[in-house]
């Protein structure tokens, strides 16, 4: 079993899988996951929680495609928080999950005011040596990658700067978010660009703008687009997220189909226009320059 919050499966949470496969198939164990939901952080200060890069949904689909058999998602609620690291020990990983090989990164802190550590955790498997609760304790350092230390929040500052070559690298994969295509207000079908509206669950995200994507779940292969994330301060105040893709060259009945949308390239941020003909302007510049991109990199 390992434990953290992998927030994005980055690099740095791929090599610990990585491991703990390895030694899952050497003790012909299954290999397990315990992950907390909501992050520790967002239940203690919501107002300055860092933004998740993925959902639990996400979170689940990237641990699956890395080996993983198990993943025990454990609530974060007061008396979790309030729970000493020898009880947190002992009644969820030996009484509760029967854990015999243990992985946590070095810096690994649990329990009570963050009081548990690695040498709380290497006490207890002293003491349950030679017993049927026996487990063993292995710690791995942080990963870096062309010199950087790979983390969720390096992979939050990519994506802030528009750096999705760099988030890429750093996550082993191009950012995506999944979500279930909703109907929208069809305003894209009436300035002559209609969308796929991705339900968004999450009021916050680490990125925002215009991009090139593409769409996984509609075709045998991947659908090249140009994708619209943001707040939309064209056309209406105050609104809420919104995950909108225009697909090229695609026609059929896309309504609550699940899709990936995979962000390769930022072609611009956000902008408010003076009016819905400046918008239909700029929305084809956007359109030419992703088909542009796209076709550059042989994605189209």
Not at 258 to 277: C, I, S, T
Request: a positive charge; charged letters at 25%.
């Amino acid at each position: 079993m390992t434990i953290g919050n992998f927030d994005g499966v980055h690099l740095g949470h791929r090599e610990m899988l990585r491991r703990l496969r390895d030694a899952a198939d050497a003790r012909r164990l299954p290999a397990a996951v315990l992950t907390f939901e909501p992050h520790p952080r967002e239940f203690f200060a919501p107002d300055r929680a860092p933004i998740r890069l993925t959902g639990l949904r996400d979170k689940l689909r990237l641990l699956s495609s890395c080996g993983v058999d198990e993943v025990h998602v454990c609530r974060f609620d007061y008396p979790l928080a309030q729970m000493l690291p020898e009880a947190f020990i002992d009644r969820i990983l030996v009484r509760g999950l029967a854990a015999r090989w243990i992985q946590v990164g070095d810096d690994f802190r649990f329990g009570a005011r963050r009081g548990g550590d690695i040498g709380t955790l290497r006490a207890a498997a002293a003491r349950l040596g030679g017993t049927p609760e026996a487990f063993e304790i292995e710690a791995l350092s942080s990963f870096r990658f062309d010199g950087l230390r790979v983390s969720s929040t390096a992979v939050r500052e990519a994506l802030a700067a528009g750096d999705l070559s760099l988030a890429a690298a750093l996550l082993g994969e191009p950012y995506a978010i999944s979500g279930r295509i909703v109907h929208g207000d069809k305003l894209g079908r009436e300035l002559g660009f209609p969308t796929a509206n991705v339900w968004v669950p999450r009021p916050y995200l680490p990125l925002s703008g215009i991009f090139a994507v593409r769409v996984s779940g509609l075709a045998e292969r991947p659908w090249p687009g140009v994708a619209s994330l943001g707040v939309r301060p064209t056309v209406k105040a105050n609104g809420r997220t919104t995950l909108e893709v225009h697909l090229f060259d695609f026609s059929g009945d896309v309504y609550g189909r699940r899709v990936k949308v995979d962000f390769l390239h930022k072609l611009r941020d956000e902008a408010k226009y003076d009016g819905l003909p400046a918008l239909i302007r700029q929305i084809g510049i956007d359109c030419e320059q992703a088909r542009a991109w796209l076709a550059a990199a042989n994605l189209m």
